[in-house]
């Protein structure tokens, strides 16, 4: 690896320190998005509602989980952004 490293110009080395920094904000900036996008869901567990009988209208069910499946599925997608992220990272590092 260090030979790789001598190898490249100092203008090829910067280049690639400039692209770790850029994908290592991605990552951090997609964890912060999905940490948020999480804690906005609701809980699957009824907790002590579920002793009660709330008389919820269907469409009022309806309506939460329709936000709420907006939200997992966006979670979905910031969980594969930082797995790809993360993935092109290991292969920079690979590659000097």
């Known amino acids: 690896m260090l030979t790789n490293i001598l190898l490249l110009s100092d203008t090829g ?3 690639y320190i400039a692209f770790c920094y850029i994908f290592l904000s991605l990552v951090f900036l997609a964890a912060v998005g999905a940490i948020l ?14 002793i009660t009988a709330s008389s919820e209208t269907f469409f009022g069910k309806n309506k ?9 599925k966006w979670s979905w997608i910031l969980l594969g952004v930082i797995a790809a992220l993360s993935i092109v990272l290991y292969i ?3 590659m000097l």
């Open 37 to 50: 996008v999480v804690m906005l869901q609701k809980s699957n567990s009824d907790g002590i509602q579920g």
């Open 13 to 15: 080395f910067k280049i």
């Open 92 to 94: 920079l590092q690979i």
């Open 64 to 72: 939460g989980r329709s936000f709420d499946s907006k939200l997992k």
